[in-house]
T-cell receptor, first 116, second 115 residues
Framework: SQTIHQWPATLVQPVGSPLSLECTVE??????LYWYRQAAGRGLQLLFY??????ISSEVPQNLSASRPQDRQFILSSKKLLLSDSGFYLC???????????????FGEGSRLTVL | AQKVTQAQTEISVVEKEDVTLDCVYE???????LFWYKQPPSGELVFLIR??????QNEISGRYSWNFQKSTSSFNFTITASQVVDSAVYFC????????????FGQGTTLQVKP
């Protein structure tokens, strides 16, 4: 069966420090991968998605970047965190788009980032 | 571009009441998919249902039911005989255009079921 894990679960970082959140998927190949952010009391905002190794699409201009060094690994990074980067970050995967079918997303446990 | 609106920010009901969560979507695509997710206090999103735009049949799964109406661009979710364990944030989502599989989420509705 497929599983998705992301870490760390909780992170408290000072403004200006770097960030690295990691996400890995097991039990599937060539998944689509996504990073979403959920600000306090708000909905889910898509930050990045990837349909293959090295292929990253950014949805919102911001202080963050994403990379996909391996097929089932997705990393969210920042060189210098801002206060506004605080939030709950969720990694997700889906089966690649086949025959016009959009599959459901499966989410990781989430990483709660607090920038002080 | 796709847009999903969940006008109800918070709903509070007493256990055993029925409750309907509204979802209205906008899309220019002829083929699209709609979803509902549940986010319990633990934070992880749990997939509930997926419907494609060609299937307007209502679906029932236990105490959960979904009403999809293309004429009003709505995909509403009803919980019958609500329970305290149903307390969570519920998100409606629509598939984005193209072959990326990305989902556009509504702002979510917080449901509180009181004993």
């Amino acid at each position: 069966s497929q599983t998705i894990h992301q870490w760390p679960a909780t992170l408290v970082q000072p403004v200006g420090s770097p960030l690295s959140l990691e996400c890995t998927v097991e039990g599937t190949s060539n998944p689509n991968l996504y990073w979403y952010r959920q600000a306090a009391g708000r909905g889910l905002q898509l930050l990045f998605y990837s349909v293959g190794i090295g292929q990253i699409s950014s949805e919102v201009p911001q202080n963050l970047s994403a990379s996909r060094p391996q097929d089932r690994q997705f990393i969210l990074s920042s060189k210098k965190l801002l206060l506004s980067d605080s939030g709950f970050y969720l990694c997700a995967w889906s089966v690649g788009w086949t025959g016009g079918t959009a599959g459901e997303l499966f989410f990781g446990e989430g990483s709660r980032l607090t920038v002080l | 571009a796709q847009k999903v609106t969940q006008a109800q920010t918070e709903i509070s009901v007493v256990e055993k009441e029925d409750v309907t969560l509204d979802c209205v979507y906008e899309t220019r695509d002829t083929t699209y998919y709609l979803f509902w997710y549940k986010q319990p206090p633990s934070g992880e999103l749990v997939f509930l249902i997926r419907r494609n735009s060609f299937d307007e049949q209502n679906e029932i799964s236990g105490r959960y039911s979904w009403n999809f109406q293309k004429s009003t661009s709505s995909f509403n979710f009803t919980i019958t005989a609500s329970q305290v364990v149903d307390s969570a944030v519920y998100f409606c989502a629509a598939s984005g255009s193209g072959n990326t599989g990305k989902l556009i989420f509504g702002q979510g509705t917080t449901l509180q079921v009181k004993p």
